[in-house]
Nanobody, 122 residues
C-alpha cells in the first residue's frame, strides 16, 4: 500500500506561480512513476503530467507544456509540480497518483492522494 499526500495549493492571481508537493510513503519500492491530474468544477479529471521515478523522464499535457515542470526528490519520496503563468481556467483540485506500470493510462495508476485546491483569480 502506498499513501500519497498533496500540499501547496492555494489562491494565486492569474499569471502567478505555485508549487505543489506530493509526498509518498508506505510500500513505494514497486512504484514506476507518478503523475499529476486535475479536476475542475463540472469537468472530468484531466492528465497534467507525469515522471518516471528512476530516471526522471517527464511527460506533459499539451495545455501545460512550457509552463509547468515536474520534478522529484528520490531521497524524500516527493514529487513536485511547479506551475507558472497560471490561468483562471486552471482552477481545479490537483491530485497526485502513483503507478507500478506505465504513465499514459490513467486506470493503471494504483494509488491516489486526496487532492489540493488550486484557485487562480482573474
Amino acid at each position: 500500500q502506498v499513501q500519497l499526500v498533496e500540499s501547496g495549493g492555494g489562491l494565486v492571481q492569474a499569471g502567478g506561480s505555485l508549487r505543489l508537493s506530493c509526498a509518498a510513503s508506505g510500500r513505494t519500492f514497486s512504484t514506476y512513476g507518478m503523475g499529476w491530474f486535475r479536476q475542475a468544477p463540472g469537468k472530468e479529471r484531466e492528465f497534467v503530467g507525469a515522471i518516471t521515478w528512476s530516471a526522471g523522464n517527464t511527460y506533459y499535457a499539451d495545455s501545460v507544456k512550457g509552463r509547468f515542470t515536474i520534478s522529484r526528490d528520490k531521497s524524500k519520496n516527493t514529487m513536485y509540480l511547479q506551475m507558472n503563468s497560471l490561468k483562471p481556467e486552471e482552477t481545479a483540485v490537483y491530485y497526485c497518483a502513483a503507478t507500478e506500470y506505465e504513465l499514459s493510462v490513467t486506470k493503471l495508476y494504483n494509488y491516489w492522494g486526496q487532492g489540493t485546491q488550486v484557485t487562480v483569480s482573474s
